[in-house]
């Protein structure tokens, strides 16, 4: 009892806010499940298990540097660039609550501030591959990997970090519309460009031909964990149970997912009319995309804006990922208009629908232009923007046109044909369509699947067998 009576209040909120930010980030870990799911299934199966796999490879990458020095830049002290101190954090450091060198964490211990943004800078590098997939060599991820978490904890530190520049100026992104989603998409398409596209698909008149995913499926599987992870995305960026009011993240869970369900619907259906079918993937695409967008505005704008948002983000989806497309780009997962225009859209939204009240709550930016703040905010949400788009998608393309013009960054024509799977890993995704495996495909119990492959040597290996035209996607 005498322990007992020894806690006080704000123990116990601390407490409190440190079980829901480790909650809600290991949810926004699971969302490294959905883009496997996602971009796997948007993608060939003969390079399923590397488009998987590698959420897993990045994953690890980033959570080791973002230890090492991320952390510290994005929320050690510093100055209006970087964080200059918290690098290779100690055990006082991230059991420590409100104190040097992360005092902007009051409520949870340094340990949950490390967890809960890791998490957030993996969802981007994520996105960053989306873009690239199907042509990129293995060693890559390794070597950008580094290099783009570092770019991302740097423009983490503008944003949310009070020693930030965009934050002295009220920039309001409230879980990372242009943080996560804007900075992925302008490095996948600074790699979309030097890799250029996959090999047929576009022709000798410039006319993109369709390279449809091999599991829509799995595709509609991995947007629903998306989905739900994106409940620890952005209710859990309040950081603690009492952030803009106790149980306010209960709003922001309102806004996001009223928001992506007007996305998916009005993403079917504006493909429904643009294409004459109801596209399943525009569907995704256009939840995903009014994921993306209402994740800066969540916390700052009402039930009805986020129906705007949700809506314009479907639009985004068809008109954004056939435009891309139009101008010679191949980016087989839509990242780019996904995660960037539905980034830009959800952050200028902020400065169009900010409510003058949730703001003030907030303690970031002012009241929107449809609420009488003028332009000024949409004018620092724009100004972010710009800065964010020029540093990331320069230090993006100056990093990735160095290790192309070095070492090559694309995989040889020939690897690109047979499959990332067996030619950087050893290995398929589905061996049972291009390799004899007892009972499997071609054999007496599978034969009337297909016997692509039921006369070759029994000891042949996933090396020597190449994909049947029947079965190679």
């Known amino acids: 009892m005498i322990g007992a009576a020894a806690v006080t209040n704000h123990d116990l909120l601390i407490a409190a806010s440190t079980i829901w930010v480790v909650v809600t980030a290991v949810l926004v870990m699971f969302m490294q499940a959905g883009f496997a799911f996602l971009e796997a299934g948007l993608t060939r199966m003969k390079n399923a298990g590397h488009i998987a796999g590698k959420n897993v490879l990045i994953f690890g990458i980033c959570s080791i540097v973002y230890w090492m020095v991320g952390f510290g830049i994005a929320f050690g002290d510093g100055g209006w660039f970087s964080g200059t101190a918290g690098f290779f954090p100690s055990v006082n ?36 591959w989306g873009a690239m997939a199907e042509r990129a060599k ?58 250029g596209p996959r090999i047929g698909k576009f022709g000798k008149d410039g006319r993109a031909n369709p390279i449809p995913g091999h599991n829509i499926p799995f595709a509609v599987l991995g947007t629903l964990i998306l989905w739900f992870g994106w409940f620890g995305f ?13 149980g306010y993240f209960g709003y922001v869970a309102l806004t996001t997912n009223i928001a992506a369900a007007t996305g998916a619907v009005t993403g079917m259906v504006i493909a429904w009319l643009k294409l004459g079918k109801p596209d399943i993937s525009m569907m995704l695409n256009g939840a995903l995309g009014a ?49 960037g225009m539905s980034g830009v859209w959800g952050t200028l939204a902020c ?25 000024h905010q949409l004018g620092v949400q ?18 990735l046109w160095v290790l192309n013009k070095i070492w090559g960054i694309r995989v040889s024509p020939e690897v690109e044909s047979g499959g990332l799977d067996v030619h950087e890993h050893g290995m398929w995704g589905y061996p049972e369509f291009y390799i004899p495996v007892p009972g499997g495909y071609g054999t007496e ?4 699947l297909g016997a692509a492959h039921s006369h070759a040597p029994a000891g042949a290996t996933a090396h020597a067998i190449q994909p049947s035209p029947v079965t190679s996607p």
């Open 234 to 246: 952005n209710p859990g960026s309040t950081l603690s149970v009492d952030f803009g009011g106790f």
């Open 138 to 195: 293995l060693w890559v991820y390794f070597v950008f990997g580094i290099w783009f978490t570092i770019t991302y904890s740097i423009v983490s530190h503008w944003i949310w970090s009070p020693h930030g520049w965009l934050f002295a100026k009220g920039m309001q992104d409230f879980a990372g519309s242009t943080v996560v989603h804007y900075q992925g998409a302008l490095a996948g398409l600074a790699g979309a460009l030097i890799l």
């Open 351 to 375: 400065g169009l629908f900010a409510v003058p009240l949730l703001a003030k709550n907030l303690g970031t930016g002012t009241k929107g232009l449809v609420y009488g703040g003028g332009f």
């Open 445 to 448: 119990s599978h034969g009337h």
């Open 93 to 128: 450091s991230m059991i420590a609550v409100g104190q040097k060198p992360y005092d902007w964490f009051s409520e949870i211990p340094g340990a949950a501030g490390y967890l809960f943004e890791v998490v957030f800078a993996g969802v981007s590098l994520a996105i960053v």
């Open 291 to 339: 994921l993306v967008a209402i994740t800066a505005a969540s916390g700052f704008v009402a039930p009805w804006a986020a129906i705007v948002i949700g809506a314009g983000s479907g639009a985004i989806a068809v008109f954004g990922v056939i435009f891309v497309e139009r101008i010679g780009i191949d980016d087989p997962i839509g990242a780019v208009a996904v995660h």
């Open 382 to 399: 724009a100004l972010g923007l710009v800065a964010v788009g020029a540093f990331t998608f320069g230090t993006s393309y100056g990093c």
